[in-house]
């Protein structure tokens, strides 16, 4: 069976927790059969939001989005599963909510691109350093779902 199995991040940002949508974002991604093998809420220092935002620091977006993501809890999710990575950001969608399709998170939930409720790594590099910039070693589990012969 194709795939190689990853493990990325996947952020349920401030306004996904204060819209109530920590539930619907979890279902979408064990519906697909991705499993989580770290779950946890936190409100993100500064510091710990600009070593993860570290590529955008200098765009005129930058502060905005320190601000927002530092505002409120945020909900921090690893998953693992076939071809996760990508996979994730299928069901995520694009990263301006006008252009993510019905049918992502971003798609039906999200209207603009400061507001987008999740963020997923975009590569399995960086899906390794963002999981270690949020977890401790100590902080992913190991099991068999009982459906995981069958994906
Ligand atoms: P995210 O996937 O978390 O990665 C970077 C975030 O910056 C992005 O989602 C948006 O929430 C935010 N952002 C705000 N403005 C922009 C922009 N013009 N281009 C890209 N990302 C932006």
């Known amino acids: 069976m194709s795939g190689a199995v990853e493990r990325t991040l996947v952020l349920i940002k401030p306004d996904g927790v204060v819209r109530g949508l920590v539930g619907e974002v979890i279902r979408r991604l064990e519906q697909k059969g991705l499993k989580i093998v770290g779950l946890k809420m ?72 400061d507001r987008n409720i999740v963020h997923a790594a975009d590569s399995v590099e960086n899906a390794s350093r963002e999981l270690s910039i949020i977890f401790n070693s100590d902080e992913f589990y190991s099991y068999k779902r009982v459906d995981e012969d069958w994906l």
């Open 42 to 113: 936190m409100l993100l220092s500064r510091e710990r939001a600009e070593e993860l935002y570290a590529v955008h620091r200098g765009k005129p977006f930058f502060e905005g989005l320190i601000n927002y993501v530092t505002s409120a809890p945020i909900v921090a999710i690893a998953v693992e599963g076939k071809s996760a990575v990508r996979v994730v950001r299928n069901i995520i969608g694009l990263t301006n909510p006008a252009e993510a399709r019905p049918g992502t998170i971003r798609g039906d939930f999200a209207l603009s691109i």
